[in-house]
């Protein structure tokens, strides 16, 4: 078995900084091809995300999955079902209470891929990552998966570690499709 593991802001829906509401969520183009296409493949889809804004206090946890359950029914209308959504609301700086903390799940860590893994049977070994974060990238590393991809147009600079760049989603799903 092996897993997709997605970024949410920037990789499924554009970033806008601490996204909160359904009606501000511009899907990326491709996503959905994207998905239904691993999922023919036979992977496991699964969302990895870190909400700081959850830690700062701009939005609570029912809100975050009050959105991501909107976001699960409009990917279903499409074809694709979602099989996990992780995600930390932890922040070791701007946290808020009990939510100004590190934690192993908040990305570099790659505690929600290891989480992910364990919980559905998949081998890291053989799933990917796309992001659009160094972040992203670290923790695909750390978590030993098989490629790691970065959606360019937010980190102008580029990232340590092991990764091939790409403009679109359309080029993930070149790719899997070449895989098999």
């Not at 659009?132 to 695909?140: M, N, Q, V």
């Amino acid at each position: 078995m092996k897993g997709l593991f997605l970024d949410r802001d920037g990789v499924i829906n554009e970033e806008i900084g601490y996204l909160r509401h359904s009606a501000d969520v511009r899907f990326i183009p491709g996503i959905f091809s994207l998905c239904r296409t691993a999922q023919k493949l036979g992977y496991r889809l699964m969302v990895v995300t870190n909400q700081s804004g959850i830690a700062r206090g701009y939005y609570t946890e029912a809100d975050f999955e009050s959105l991501m359950q909107w976001m699960r029914d409009e990917f279903a209308k499409e074809g694709v079902t979602l099989d996990a959504v992780y995600f930390c609301p932890f922040h070791p700086e701007h946290g808020i209470g009990e939510y100004r903390r590190e934690h192993e799940d908040r990305k570099p860590g790659a505690g929600m891929l290891r989480r992910g893994a364990n919980e559905f049977g998949v081998s890291l070994t053989e799933s990917v990552m796309i992001g659009d974060r160094c972040s992203d990238i670290s923790a695909a590393n750390s978590a030993g998966l098989r490629q790691a991809f970065l959606l360019t147009g937010t980190e102008n600079s580029g990232c340590a570690g092991i990764y091939q760049e790409v403009s679109s989603l359309a080029e993930v799903e070149r790719w899997l499709l070449e895989q098999g």
